[in-house]
């Protein structure tokens, strides 16, 4: 029986209803359908100002929200920056971390490897973009009552969300940037979130700038990534 509220009076199992299955040709087709769509993403670094409706984060959300986790607790929290002045403390705090990254923490390798990607310490989209996504990953769930339950694979689950939410601005015509600032506890003072909540991605999303340049490199065949046995 689980302790969690979203489960609580439900009955244990019920029939899988929401699966749809599709005739083979039409599987290959939504299948080569929907990877060449997820192949026009690109991480973008340049966004433009302009406004992006509630509504398709919130849907995005929610999709986010619908990935597996370890033991379906569900533990993250994705925290949604708008407001002007929050963005430009984002900004000081995670290019305070970045000048430090850039120019003392990081090994010349790791520089040499990000130099394809012309990534410096500057980082005016956290400013510039609508909408700011901080998601946290929760070491444990706290209960209304105040008790406490662990969660499990919190990592993977959030990668998980993460990539849910990522899939799901795409398809609704929004770019994102996957920014790691590191370390990036400056976020839990700034969005007021509690020490077992650890801040793994903050996500940019907007619109590409009209001029956006993204740089040129490619993805890995099948061959390179999959063995099938
Ligand atoms: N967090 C830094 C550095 C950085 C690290 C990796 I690994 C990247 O794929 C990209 C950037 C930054 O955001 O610039």
């Known amino acids: 029986m689980s302790r969690l509220p979203f489960n609580q009076g439900q009955p244990a199992f019920i029939p899988l209803s929401t699966f749809q299955r599709y005739p083979e040709a039409e599987m290959v087709e939504r299948s080569r359908a929907f990877y060449a769509d997820i ?3 690109k991480t973008v670094r340049e966004f433009t100002s302009q406004p992006v409706p509630r509504e398709v984060i919130e849907n995005a959300l929610r999709a986010a929200g619908t990935a597996p986790s370890g033991a379906n607790h569900q533990p993250w929290h994705f925290a949604v920056v708008s407001d002007p002045e929050l963005k430009r403390k984002i900004r000081e705090g995670a290019e305070t971390e970045e000048r430090e990254f850039y120019t003392h923490r990081a090994p010349q390798e790791w520089k040499d490897a990000l130099a394809p990607l012309g990534t410096d310490s500057d980082k005016p989209f956290l400013e510039t973009a609508p909408y700011l996504i901080a998601i946290f990953g929760q070491k444990k769930t706290v209960l209304d009552d105040g008790s406490e339950i662990k969660n499990y694979y919190v990592p993977e689950s ?8 990522i899939a799901a601005l795409h398809h609704a015509g929004l770019a994102t940037l996957t920014h790691t600032p590191s370390p990036m506890n400056f976020l839990n003072q700034l969005l007021d979130r509690p020490s077992h909540e650890k801040p793994y991605i903050l996500l940019v999303v907007g619109y590409p700038a009209d001029d956006c340049m ?5 993805k890995k065949s099948l061959e390179e990534i999959a063995s099938f046995y």
């Open 39 to 41: 192949r026009r993403r």
């Open 214 to 218: 993204v740089p040129n490199i490619g």
């Open 158 to 165: 959030i990668s998980i969300a993460a990539g849910f939410l």
